[in-house]
């Protein structure tokens, strides 16, 4: 695997608690996003960040909220978990060319239980 | 939603047969990538095609990309039951869009 771990790899927490993820890389990309998956939907983006403190919305951020203060961390937060939170969360890593993105990597996945 | 759909949903076959499975997009594209997912496990890159690309190949994989037609496929020739897994197909612009994926189920 590139060099991507997630922390934690599983929790179980309660409704309306907070919740910080944590994806860190050693290969130096630019580009860091935050996924889930859900049966039936595939991956959907959460937040990606394009940089240092850049960050931009995907296509399901309601609830979710992100902060990259180092080149090499991700943090995904969720203010107050909800029982739709539950899911499998996979933070992944890219770098661009003149040709557009290159393949992304993928971390191994943070189970998250909300009950 | 800017999905790819894949298809077929779920594929069954036996060992040393192709697997074919299909992706189609609504919006235009840098590239086209594909990906596995062994089961409870991250995404693996597998192959990337370019828009200005029509086919590429990568050991038994063979990729196509249709870009009038918004559609790519992804073909595993003689196949092997340790490429049971989960394919997708992403779309990317600067961000990524996966589809919901294939299921290939190889019996030994």
């Known amino acids: 695997d590139a060099g991507i771990t997630q922390s934690p790899r599983h929790k179980v927490t309660e409704t309306g608690t907070p919740v910080t993820l944590r994806c860190h890389q050693t290969e130096n990309h630019r580009y860091m996003y935050w996924y889930r998956q859900d049966p039936g939907h595939g991956l959907r983006l959460i937040h990606y960040s394009y940089g240092v403190k850049d960050t931009d919305k995907g296509e399901v951020s309601d609830g979710y909220s992100v902060s990259r203060s180092k080149t090499e961390d991700f943090l995904l937060t969720l203010e107050s978990a909800t029982s739709s939170q539950t899911s499998v969360y996979f933070c992944a890593i890219s770098d661009f060319g003149s040709g557009g993105p290159y393949e992304q990597y993928f971390g191994p996945g943070t189970r998250l239980t909300v009950t | 939603s800017q999905q790819g759909e894949e298809d077929p949903q779920a594929l069954s076959i036996q060992e040393g047969e192709n697997a074919t499975m299909n992706c189609s997009y609504k919006?235009?594209?840098?590239?086209l990538q594909w990906y596995r997912q062994n089961s409870g496990r991250g995404l693996v890159h597998l192959i990337l095609?370019?828009?200005?690309?029509r086919e590429k190949h990568s050991g038994r994989l063979r990729v196509t990309l249709d870009t009038s037609k918004k559609s790519s496929s992804l073909l595993i020739t003689a196949s092997r039951a340790a490429d049971t897994a989960s394919y997708f197909c992403a779309t990317s612009g600067e961000q990524f869009y996966f589809g919901t994926g294939t299921s290939l189920t190889v019996i030994p």
């Open positions: 095609i370019r828009s200005n690309e």
């Open positions: 919006t235009s594209i840098n590239n």
